[in-house]
T-cell receptor, first 114, second 113 residues
Framework: DGGITQSPKYLFRKEGQNVTLSCEQN?????MYWYRQDPGQGLRLIYY???????QKGDIAEGYSVSREKKESFPLTVTSAQKNPTAFYLC?????????????FGPGTRLTVL | GESVGLHLPTLSVQEGDNSIINCAYS??????FIWYKQESGKGPQFIID?????DKRQGQRVTVLLNKTVKHLSLQIAATQPGDSAVYFC????????????FGSGTRLQVQP
């Protein structure tokens, strides 16, 4: 089956720890994205990558880091510099091209800081 | 900053009725507007999109209307079913530059049996 997987589904972190969220896709998509969702709110863009070995900051990149060493993978690290990391994190991927707007989302990772 | 937003946080309808979910946007430079459905604890699912030079687009049981004069977008769901209960987001995207979605805050649709 083609799709996007995220792991883990639930993640607990102590204050001061860095954690890495996994995102893998087998859709052969060039572009991948990380969004953050807070309760009762829409999604906000953290980072995005339109090609391997390249990525760009989104609207709320502070306290986060990413890498894109492989086309299939786009891991997100939540660092201790992120002041309020408790949220639902969603990864997405898409083809790159005018008029192609469908972004496919993974099931999400719910991060809780203890 | 420019944003995409929604008028109503919660919409309750009877099963079988038609639903209309509204969205106001402020970025007139957007090329596409998209509706997503998100069920509890899951990632958003694409429903339908509309290009900025169109007024209306129909899908299966859904219709999206775009009024550029007042910067208003709506999603109409015909014969609403219990499975339609979810949070609905509108989003916008441009063809050039950063091709990432900008989302509104969402409307929760509750379908009463």
């Amino acid at each position: 089956d083609g799709g996007i997987t995220q792991s883990p589904k639930y993640l607990f972190r102590k204050e001061g720890q860095n954690v890495t969220l996994s995102c893998e896709q087998n859709l052969n998509h060039d572009a991948m994205y990380w969004y953050r969702q807070d309760p009762g709110q829409g999604l906000r863009l953290i980072y995005y990558s339109q090609i391997v070995n390249d990525f760009q900051k989104g609207d709320i990149a502070e306290g986060y880091s990413v890498s894109r060493e492989k086309k299939e993978s786009f891991p997100l690290t939540v660092t201790s510099a992120q002041k309020n990391p408790t949220a639902f994190y969603l990864c997405a991927s898409s083809t790159v091209g005018t008029g192609r707007n469908e972004q496919f989302f993974g099931p999400g990772t719910r991060l809780t800081v203890l | 900053g420019e944003s995409v937003g929604l008028h109503l946080p919660t919409l309750s309808v009877q099963e079988g009725d038609n639903s209309i979910i509204n969205c106001a946007y402020s970025n007139s430079a957007s090329d596409y507007f998209i509706w997503y459905k998100q069920e509890s604890g899951k990632g958003p699912q694409f429903i339908i999109d509309i290009r900025s030079n169109m007024d209306k687009r129909q899908g299966q049981r859904v219709t999206v209307l775009l009024n550029k004069t007042v910067k208003h977008l709506s999603l109409q769901i015909a014969a609403t079913q219990p499975g339609d209960s979810a949070v609905y987001f509108c989003a916008e995207i441009r063809d050039t530059g950063r091709r990432a979605l900008t989302f509104g805050s969402g409307t929760r649709l509750q379908v009463q049996p």
